[in-house]
Structures are given as C-alpha cells and as structure tokens.
C-alpha cells in the first residue's frame, strides 16, 4: 500500500536551516508529482511547494519562494524540502502528498517550530 513517511521536523531558532524528508513506498514513486502542504495551528493546510516526476520543475507559494527548495531522488523514493531563513510564521505541521488515480495520500506530518 502506498504510504509516505515524513522526517527532519524539529525546533529551529528564526532564521536557520532544516531539511525535512519524505521516503515513499507501495507506488511508482518516479512517475508520480509530489507535494509539501503545512498546517498551522488554527489554519486551513496550505500548498508549499510541487516537484514535477523529474524535479526538472519545482512551484512553490509566494510565502516560501526564495527560502524553500524542493528537490526528490527517484533512486531513494525520497522528496526533500529545505528550508532556510526560516521564520517564526513558518511554524507547522509539514506533510507529504501525492496523488494516485484522482485519490490523495498523506504522510503524517513532521512538526517544525520555529522560535527563540
């Protein structure tokens, strides 16, 4: 069965770094678009960012344009997220998403909380 395992969510101080990773099984992981959603507290679970099956195009929201950068290696069934410069509205639960036939999967999330 299909299933998305997400990992690299921590407490980060404003401003710094990290790498939040999604190992993938149970499908063609190479031939499928990935995404990263958020969820904040409180908030509705928005886009980050989309990798096309190649990571020869990437997409991502105004809010995290030029901090984040979405890249996969086909050959570990992994998508990544880095994420730089990070900031206090950045806080969330970060989830990997795919979608198969028309139905959407999910990871469960990995927490990133960014604060003094």
């Known amino acids: 069965q299909v299933q998305l395992v997400e990992s690299g969510g921590g407490l980060v101080q404003p401003g710094g770094s990290l790498r939040l990773s999604c190992a993938a099984s149970?499908?063609?992981?190479?031939?499928?678009?990935m995404r990263w959603y958020r969820q904040a507290p409180g908030k509705e679970r928005e886009l980050v960012a989309t990798i096309s099956t190649t990571g020869g195009y990437t997409n991502y929201a105004d809010s995290v344009k030029g901090r984040f950068t979405c890249s996969r290696d086909n050959a570990k069934n992994t998508v990544y997220l880095q994420m730089n410069s990070l900031k206090p509205e950045d806080t969330a639960v970060y989830y990997c998403n795919t979608r198969l036939n028309g139905k959407d999967y999910w990871g469960k999330g990995t927490l990133v909380t960014v604060s003094s």
């Open positions: 149970g499908f063609t992981f190479s031939s499928y678009v």
